[in-house]
């Protein structure tokens, strides 16, 4: 956003939805000083109450029926930012926002990113996001690296998937070497140690600091302790023997009725046995084959219970009529198990037999992204829908990865799974309670599982995270709020990270920068992508024209009164922004 732009004593800024994502993205936005935030929405007494409580005005009704965005205060708002579930509706308001001040910063939400990026190339001042793709990028990094807590692509839309993690300098390779020798052995930037981040890269790594890294994911596994890569530890509760393991002994509890009859059907056949062995006077042998021969209504007749022994009569009539009983229900469960696992297979689903494979849960708009940057990382993928669509199955068949059509909350389907030599489990379908009884049911299956939670609460997802130990639980709309929030001021604001309760916005720069300033002051710079691929920095030095930069400022620092970083001099090129 431009200077004159900023003039003004308050800026005015409208938000267009009716969910957490909205509520998250105006409260990002009254964290600013001198920011006012009116949010278009229903004018129910819950979403009333909530834009109270964050300090938000509300204003009833659609943008496109009536006169909402008018009494909004559309005609001095610098910015429109509509993050509504609808894509249509985001796109209507937004155009009607522009005829009705032509001046207004656009801000939208776009599930389709061809299209967000073709609106982007033709309706000045304009950025669109996806949510979808945006969360996308942390999952996946979560589910490859345990001890990454935030993934993103640089630079947009294409680039490598890259993300923020944590070490600890316990090894020789880290502990006691400078921080330039460190990020040439790990590959990896180093943002902070032990929460600092104005470090020199002359200064040693103490023993046992904790490092936050950026780098690229694949950088990253290289230096993932190895309690992260989910190899396997003892179980202190089992004697040292491996994790409880639900795929051993699974027939004993693929039914309990038939193994119940079954085990009734032994006990009678051995005390029958027993008492013709007896009374017949008979080898054993010999008693279980006429045993047998009663159960199963052959009846030879060479062996017969003598008629004038009420006993041995009762006995043989009892072994004929349990006989029947007992073969008749066994042929009904297998004939049932039969028509099962040809129901099962038809249905898509099969055991897994792959070891280090990645399961994902949920196919939807934002699996769809998870799975689309995974599979660039050669991992075995097993994908878990209900309903996929044509889509998702023509990629299974063309990618290879495993497409198991069921309900990942049911435990038959996460035992076909193969959860005990999985490498980690994401949970991303579009129900949160689902998604916690996908995660309870993988961690008992693999209590050494890493285990990536989608929950889309904000505040659920802390609480499961605290009550439960998920500790990479993720909202969507949490994930996404700040980056919708930065984008209100210009091109570029990639959302935010917390290092040691220190808050800082993550930002991507095209250079040259638009006329007029230089670069935004306080920022700490991480990495230069260049046709040649992505470059670590510490600087802003030897930047040339095209470099696109990913940096971070801290939010606490104010702007007012710093001068900002000059502009590096580079040669004549399209002007771009943050």
Not at 21 to 41: D, I, M, N, Y
Not at 133 to 139: E, G, L, N, R
Not at 175 to 184: L, T
Request: proline share 5%; glycine share 8%; charged share 20%.
């Amino acid at each position: 956003m431009s200077t004159a732009r900023r003039a003004t004593a308050e800026v005015l800024t409208l938000v267009l939805g009716d969910d957490a994502l909205a509520l998250s993205t105006a409260s990002e936005l009254l964290r600013l000083p001198g920011h006012q935030v009116t949010v278009l929405g229903p004018g129910n007494d819950e979403f009333t109450k909530s834009v109270a409580a964050i300090g938000a005005r509300l204003i009833s009704g659609l943008p496109h029926h009536g006169d909402a965005l008018e009494r909004a205060g559309v005609q001095r708002a610098e910015t429109i930012i509509a993050v509504s579930r609808d894509d249509q509706l985001n796109l209507h308001a937004a155009l009607l926002a522009r005829d009705a001040n032509p001046r207004i910063r656009i801000v939208l939400r776009q599930f389709n990113r061809t299209l967000a990026h073709k609106i982007e190339q033709n309706l000045p001042d304009c950025v669109v996001l996806s949510l979808a793709w945006h969360s996308a990028a942390s999952y996946a990094a979560t589910a490859l690296d345990p001890t990454c807590f935030r993934g993103l692509q640089f630079p947009e839309p294409d680039g490598p998937l890259t993300g923020f993690a944590e070490r600890l300098a316990t090894d020789e390779a880290i502990a006691g070497r400078s921080v330039a020798e460190v990020e040439a052995a790990l590959g990896a930037r180093i943002v902070a140690i032990d929460g600092e981040t104005a470090i020199g890269r002359d200064i040693r790594v103490p023993r046992r600091a904790r490092l936050c890294l950026y780098g690229t994911i694949e950088q990253l596994l290289r230096s993932t302790p190895p309690v992260a890569n989910n190899k396997e530890t003892p179980n202190q509760d089992t004697g040292g023997r491996s994790p409880r393991s639900p795929g051993r002994w699974w027939f004993l509890r693929s039914n309990p009725y038939l193994w119940s009859f079954a085990g009734a059907a032994f006990v009678l056949f051995w005390l029958g046995t027993w008492h013709f062995h007896v009374t017949f006077k008979i080898d054993w042998l010999t008693a279980a084959y006429f045993v047998l021969a009663t159960m199963t209504t052959t009846g030879y007749g060479d062996i017969t219970p003598d008629r004038n022994v009420t006993v041995d009569v009762v006995m043989a009539m009892v072994l004929m009529l349990s006989g029947v009983v007992f073969t008749g229900v066994f042929i009904a469960f297998a004939a049932s198990m039969l028509t099962r696992a040809q129901w099962v297979r038809t249905q898509g689903l099969r055991r897994i037999r792959r070891r280090g494979h990645i399961v994902v849960c949920g196919a939807g708009s934002i699996g769809s992204g998870v799975i689309e940057l995974l599979l660039g990382f050669g991992k075995p993928l097993v994908v878990v829908e209900a309903t996929p669509d044509t889509a998702t199955v023509e990629r299974a068949r063309d990618l290879g990865f495993d497409l198991l059509t069921g309900d990942a909350g049911r435990d038959d389907t996460l035992d076909l799974c193969n959860l005990e030599a999985a490498h980690s489990l994401v949970a991303l379908t579009n129900f949160d309670t689902l998604n916690l009884e996908i995660a309870l049911g993988a961690r008992a299956r693999n209590p050494n599982m890493p285990i990536v939670l989608r929950i889309a609460d904000a505040s659920f997802a802390a609480s499961i995270a605290r009550h439960f130990d998920f500790r990479t639980t993720y909202s969507a709309a949490a994930l996404a709020a700040p980056a919708f929030a930065g984008l209100a001021d210009a091109a570029g604001a990639r959302g935010h990270i917390t290092i040691d309760g220190q808050e800082l916005a993550i930002g991507e720069y095209r250079l040259p920068v638009s006329a007029g300033g230089g670069l935004p002051p306080g920022l700490i710079p991480l990495a230069v992508a260049r046709e040649n691929g992505l470059l670590l920095t510490h600087h802003f030095t030897d930047l040339a024209a095209g470099d696109r930069v990913l940096a971070l400022r801290p939010l606490t620092q104010s702007s007012s009164g710093v001068d900002a970083i000059p502009e590096p001099k580079v040669a004549s090129a399209p002007a771009g922004s943050f």
